[in-house]
């Protein structure tokens, strides 16, 4: 089976830097994806790492390491408005099903 | 806006009732995806459909049970609710079950169990 563990909470002040860390544990491994969701809303895709290594999407990086079975989510210039949970998910292997598994989600808090 | 559609928005019901919820996916989707979220906890996979077919199931109770129809609109009936099954029940699409591909989530069903 799959297993993905993150912080629970993560807080940080407008214009920091923070790093939201997921190790995973799975049997087969496809990627890992990073989705955003702001208060109950709909979870939002931010990245995909199939590959070792830094994936930058404007403010946002995320970072892969296949053989430490971790990744991270990396925030830069925080601004008010990425007061959300971020979760990191994996593929599950089994078929050909293409599900995601989630983590339970890291809340990241941004003060003024 | 993400493009997959979800209805009702807010459910009240009580304990033993039954309740379908229902999702549109984006144009184009053949995957539908229902993922159940409880208060303060992560999205735990229930169940996939592709092209009309079950493709994968994760742990969804037998009290629950899911369908999706040729026009690829899925539905999701909850039967004999409990309060514990009150929570924020969310679909999403995919075109396809490639590994590489994002879901895109609808806005969810926030259902009551009172």
């Known amino acids: 089976g799959q297993s993905l563990e993150q912080p629970s909470e993560v807080t940080a002040v407008e214009g920091a830097i923070v790093q939201i860390n997921c190790t995973y544990q799975?049997?087969?491994?496809?990627?890992l994806s990073w989705y955003q969701q702001h208060d109950g809303g709909a979870p939002t895709f931010l990245s995909y790492n199939a590959l070792d290594g830094l994936e930058e999407t404007g403010r946002f990086s995320s970072f892969l390491s296949r053989s430490d079975s971790y990744g991270y989510l990396l925030l830069q210039e925080l601004q008010m408005k990425d007061s959300a949970s971020y979760f990191c998910?994996?593929?599950?292997?089994?078929?050909?099903?293409?599900?995601?598994?989630f983590g339970q989600g890291t809340t990241l808090q941004v003060k003024p | 806006d993400s493009g997959v559609t979800q209805t009702p928005k807010h459910l009240i019901t009580a304990t033993g009732q039954r309740v379908t919820l229902r999702c549109s996916p984006r144009?184009?989707?053949?995957?539908v995806y229902w993922y159940q979220q409880s208060l303060d906890q992560g999205l735990q996979f229930l169940i996939q459909?592709?092209?009309?077919?079950?493709?994968a199931k994760g742990n969804i109770l037998e009290r629950f049970s899911a369908q999706q129809f040729p026009d690829l609109h899925s539905e999701l009936n909850l039967s004999s609710l409990e309060l514990g099954d009150s929570a924020l029940y969310f679909c999403a699409s995919s075109v396809g079950t490639g590994i590489n591909e994002k879901l895109f989530f609808g806005s969810g069903t926030q259902l009551s169990v009172l």
């Open positions: 998910a994996v593929r599950d292997r089994s078929g050909n099903t293409g599900k995601l598994i």
């Open positions: 144009s184009g989707d053949l995957s």
């Open positions: 799975t049997s087969g491994f496809y990627g």
């Open positions: 459909y592709y092209n009309g077919e079950e493709r």
